[in-house]
Nanobody, 125 residues
Framework: QVKLVESGGGLVQAGASLRLSCAASGLTFPFSTYTMAWFRQAPGKEREFVAATSWSGGTTDYTDSVKGRFTISRDNTKNVAFLQMNRLKPEDTAVYYC????????????????WGQGTQVTVSS
């Protein structure tokens, strides 16, 4: 059974940085074959795409609002994906979810069958 566990969230001030981690286990196929993605959901809003990385990490996609501030990466030797978040803004406040898929990178949450439980990120102004 695939399990994704996020960590690294917290309460920070605007302008600070956080690094989220997503540890994967119980995978049917090697971690390196999965597209890994991050989504977020703010109170009262739908879950939205943040970033995704292909199996090799060579292809990355970001939503416009985080480009230049967030970086997605992965360590295929440790079955971990990361989201480095710099210059955080209050509007980045949300629960951040890690997701995995055997399909190609996509911004649609419908393409990801595997999800973590989420980690809270709160950015104060």
């Amino acid at each position: 059974q695939v399990k994704l566990v996020e960590s690294g969230g917290g309460l920070v001030q605007a302008g600070a940085s956080l690094r989220l981690s997503c540890a994967a286990s119980g995978l049917t196929f090697p971690f390196s074959t999965y597209t890994m993605a991050w989504f977020r959901q703010a109170p009262g809003k739908e879950r939205e795409f943040v970033a995704a990385t292909s199996w090799s990490g060579g292809t990355t996609d970001y939503t416009d609002s985080v480009k230049g501030r967030f970086t997605i990466s992965r360590d295929n030797t440790k079955n971990v994906a990361f989201l480095q978040m710099n210059r955080l803004k209050p509007e980045d406040t949300a629960v951040y979810y890690c997701a995995a898929s055997l399909s190609r990178s996509s911004a649609s949450r419908l393409e990801y069958p595997y999800w973590g439980q989420g980690t809270q990120v709160t950015v104060s102004s």
